[in-house]
């Protein structure tokens, strides 16, 4: 199936990124979200991206201004109906998600393929629900969506080849890898790197290190990027809870039980990056650990 057309549910930190990379790839893109606030800071955020890649020779400010011309935003989810294909990027929580595939099917296209960027959601249980479980995939790109090269192509019990190989093909025109995982909670990605973070946050709450100390170790001792706990606070500490809490339930293993840290951090409205708190303080000119 040829793509032409691609909405975007959900302006967030992801759903942005996704629009960005989309219309850099010639796609033209509709961007919903219920908010005309976050629609304009996701547009403007794009805009500074773009500028950014333009600066450093990575695009050319002619292509910057062909990919802007390319998105559409709209308050208005049924307007996404008549796109190719449509992801889906809201909050980790089945719920929403559930409520934004509802309000689409009566208005999709008979040919429109459906997907949601969860990170760790069952993708046969949300095609269940919809009229086109075949037609139906998970497209999990990794955060920040213009700089990391993996997608996670997830296959439903009932997702077909043909939805799958058209799939692969907008990875692919991309410039992405894509790597296929099986629905199984929180697939590969988010299976092996959430423990390792609810692990860092144990180590913290038993005392063993404090945060710069976790941090630490892992850059220079494991050679990571970024530490365990400054990672979590960029993905955002309510996301992580919410995929523990999936792994949790969905493989009913307590090696997988989320640290009472990371829900107390949670509970007090810390989460990360996103909220000025989280393991660090970001209210002051540089992170400030708060443990």
């Given at each position: 199936m040829d793509i032409r057309t691609v909405g975007v549910v959900g302006a967030g930190q992801m759903g942005n990124g996704i629009a960005h990379v989309m219309a850099i790839a010639g796609y033209d893109v509709l961007l919903n979200d219920v908010s005309a606030e976050a629609l304009e800071k996701?547009?403007?955020?794009?805009?500074?991206?773009?500028?950014?890649?333009?600066?450093?020779?990575?695009?050319?400010?002619?292509?910057?201004?062909?990919?802007?011309?390319?998105?559409?935003?709209?308050?208005?989810?049924?307007?996404?109906g008549k796109a190719d294909l449509i992801i889906e990027s809201a909050t980790e929580r089945e719920d929403i998600?559930?409520?934004i595939f509802d309000a689409l099917l009566p208005h999709l296209a008979p040919h429109t393929i459906l997907t949601s960027n969860t990170s760790s959601i069952s993708i046969t249980r949300l095609a269940s629900r919809t009229d086109r479980p075949e037609r139906f995939m998970g497209f999990h790109f990794m955060n920040p969506v213009p700089v990391m090269q993996l997608v996670e192509l997830i296959r439903g019990i009932a997702t077909d080849k043909p939805t799958f190989d058209t799939c692969l093909g907008v990875v692919e025109k991309l410039g992405k890898t894509a790597a296929s995982a099986e629905d199984f909670p929180a697939f590969i990605v988010n299976r092996i790197l959430m423990p390792m973070i609810n692990e860092a946050v144990y180590t913290l709450y038993e005392g063993v290190g404090?945060?710069?100390?976790?941090?630490?170790?892992?850059?220079?001792?494991?050679n990571h990027p970024m530490g365990p706990l400054a990672l979590a606070d960029f993905i955002g500490l309510d996301t992580c809870l919410a995929i523990m809490n999936v792994l949790?339930?969905?493989?009913?293993?307590?090696?997988?039980?989320?640290?009472?840290l990371l829900t107390k951090y949670v509970e007090a409205g810390w989460l990360g990056r996103k909220s000025g708190r989280g393991f660090y303080d970001y209210r002051g000119?540089?992170?400030v650990p708060t443990r």
């Open positions: 996701a547009v403007a955020l794009i805009r500074k991206n773009l500028e950014r890649q333009v600066s450093r020779d990575k695009i050319t400010a002619d292509a910057m201004e062909a990919a802007l011309a390319r998105i559409t935003t709209t308050q208005d989810l049924p307007t996404l998600k559930q409520k404090n945060v710069r100390s976790i941090d630490e170790s892992l850059k220079l001792g494991a949790h339930d969905g493989l009913a293993d307590t090696k997988y039980r989320p640290c009472p000119e540089e992170p």
